[in-house]
């Protein structure tokens, strides 16, 4: 797997050759998951049938059960990934913020992401 990799700002970055892409590493599936997670569905417009179904299964009172079934999926489907050891949700309705904290397993290893979305 290569994936190009983010700076701080959450852009893509160049200027350094290979220096700039996560090769087989775990890091960069964690970068791939987070991604997949912040992108709403039908954003982008190569392809209006990816993305995280905020509008239909997230967002709304009472909505937890669907949201973790949903987002979860997200997280399996992305390339590298082999499974979710741990996974937690919570919601902040202060900021408005959902942070999801899960343990993935992947092709490369072990790592633990928290995405706030």
Same mark, same amino acid.
């Given at each position: 797997?290569?994936?190009?990799?983010?700076? +701080?700002?959450?852009?893509?970055?160049?200027?350094?050759?290979?220096?700039?892409?996560?090769?087989?590493?775990?890091?960069?599936?964690?970068?791939?998951?987070?991604?997949?997670?912040?992108?709403?569905?039908?954003?982008?417009f190569?392809?209006?049938?990816?993305?995280t179904?905020?509008? /239909?299964?997230v967002?709304?009172?009472? /909505?937890? +059960? !669907?949201?973790?079934?949903a987002?979860? +999926?997200?997280?399996?489907? /992305?390339p590298?990934?082999?499974?979710?050891? +741990?996974?937690?949700?919570?919601?902040?309705?202060q900021?408005r913020?959902?942070?999801i904290?899960?343990?993935?397993?992947?092709?490369?290893? !072990? /790592?633990?992401?928290?995405?706030?979305?």
């Amino acid at each position: 797997m290569r994936y190009r990799m983010l700076d +701080a700002n959450g852009d893509c970055s160049f200027g350094q050759g290979q220096a700039n892409f996560y090769v087989d590493q775990v890091e960069g599936v964690a970068q791939a998951v987070a991604t997949r997670l912040k992108l709403n569905l039908g954003e982008w417009f190569l392809d209006t049938t990816d993305g995280t179904p905020f509008d /239909t299964q997230v967002l709304g009172k009472y /909505t937890q +059960a !669907s949201y973790d079934a949903a987002i979860q +999926a997200r997280i399996l489907g /992305t390339p590298g990934v082999t499974g979710i050891t +741990a996974y937690s949700s919570s919601f902040n309705g202060q900021t408005r913020t959902l942070t999801i904290t899960a343990t993935i397993s992947t092709a490369y290893g !072990s /790592t633990t992401i928290t995405v706030p979305i």
